[in-house]
């Protein structure tokens, strides 16, 4: 098995899709008007996507008060320092500064404008292929 996608119910998938294709390298690969709309967007090789959607007939979750700890989507930086500015140039909010932990990997955490936990993460030594 593997994963396809993690779906993300938010108020304005139009925006949010075009925020995270600009800002995060991501590529709109199918897109549904709905409702419920719906944008997938794939990683720079295709392995993994995240659904982007809206469906009036459901609440939107309240991202800004979940904690990063129990939820948060990570993204592998070749520079973690530079990809948490450059998210913050972008509209993100800081929740953690870069750090290296003892195991030599590298983290950041931060939210979209939406509330959404981001991280970054440069590990040590890789856990997936890249």
Request: net charge neutral.
């Amino acid at each position: 098995m593997k994963i396809e996608h993690l779906a993300l119910q938010v108020k304005e998938p139009e925006t949010v899709a075009s925020w995270y294709c600009k800002n995060l390298g991501l590529k709109i690969k199918r897109h549904i008007p709905g409702p419920p709309c719906a944008y997938f967007l794939a990683d720079d090789n295709d392995r993994m996507m995240l659904e982007i959607y809206y469906n009036p007939k459901e609440k939107v979750p309240d991202y800004p008060n979940l904690s990063p700890v129990a939820f948060h989507l990570a993204f592998l930086s070749e520079d973690v320092p530079l990809s948490y500015k450059a998210m913050i140039s972008a509209g993100a909010t800081p929740l953690s500064e870069p750090i290296k932990a003892e195991s030599g990997d590298e983290f950041a955490m931060l939210r979209d404008p939406w509330g959404l936990p981001i991280q970054f993460v440069k590990r040590k030594e890789s856990m997936v292929k890249a």
